[in-house]
């Protein structure tokens, strides 16, 4: 298993603005994806983090709106850029943990609105 | 895009009832998860039941897979008030870690 953390937990964000989300875990995993969820919804892949490469964005994702960071096999980051009211979701990380295995760990969520 | 539709999307039940969710998806699968949300938390693993495998159980938690006709159900028998949680089915994407999830079931266990 893993402990997983993210911060901050929660914040409210001004219009054009942008927040840095932070992915910590307990263990190095080498599998490290990044989720949102729309209030009410259900999850929808943003992309997966590379360790040591730039990051996979799923479609409808960029990497201009959120730049992902993966600096070692423990932290990830996701930026969300230039925010909007549209923008206002839960942000979860999870990683994979047992190789061959597709059970995944999940954070607790960083709960955004933006005003 | 969501690959799954669950149905109900709510459900409400009493202590000690049992309650079934369905799961529906569209392409090919190597296994299929199940994933609790508590008020918008994170996600806690459930059980995952490969593409060979048509039922497996843990504890009070039955799921079935019909590969033929693309769906899972989950069972939750003698449900509890602490059941009370969002429900999600994902699956996995072409043999990729990433998962695809389902739209949800909302279920309420009364005490």
């Known amino acids: 298993s893993a402990v997983i953390s993210q911060k901050p937990s929660r914040d409210i964000c001004q219009r054009g603005t942008s927040l840095t989300i932070q992915c910590q875990v307990d263990?190095?995993?080498?599998?490290m994806f990044w989720y949102r969820q729309q209030p009410g919804q259900s999850l929808t892949l943003i992309a997966t983090?590379?360790?040591?490469?730039?990051?996979?964005?799923e479609s409808g994702f960029v990497i201009d709106k959120f730049p992902i960071s993966r600096p070692n096999l423990t932290f990830s980051t996701l930026t969300v850029s230039n925010m909007s009211p549209e923008d206002s979701s839960i942000y979860l990380c999870?990683?994979?943990?047992?190789?061959?295995?597709?059970?995944?760990?999940f954070g607790p969520g960083t709960r955004l609105t933006v005003t | 895009s969501q690959q799954g539709e669950e149905d109900p999307q709510a459900l409400s039940i009493q202590e000690g009832e049992n309650a079934t969710m369905n799961c529906s998806y569209k392409?090919?699968?190597?296994?299929l998860q199940w994933y609790r949300q508590n008020s918008g938390r994170g996600l806690v693993h459930l059980i995952l039941?490969?593409?060979?495998?048509r039922e497996k159980h843990s504890g009070r938690l039955r799921v079935t897979l019909d590969t033929s006709k693309k769906s899972s159900s989950l069972l939750i028998t003698a449900s509890r008030a602490a059941d009370t949680a969002s429900y999600f089915c994902?699956?996995?994407?072409?043999?990729?870690?990433?998962?695809?999830f389902g739209s949800g079931t909302r279920l309420q266990v009364q005490p």
């Open positions: 994902a699956t996995d994407r072409g043999g990729r870690r990433a998962l695809t």
């Open positions: 983090a590379n360790q040591g490469s730039e990051a996979t964005y």
């Open positions: 263990s190095q995993v080498t599998m």
């Open positions: 999870s990683v994979g943990v047992t190789a061959g295995s597709y059970e995944q760990y």
């Open positions: 039941i490969r593409s060979n495998e």
């Open positions: 392409t090919s699968i190597n296994n």
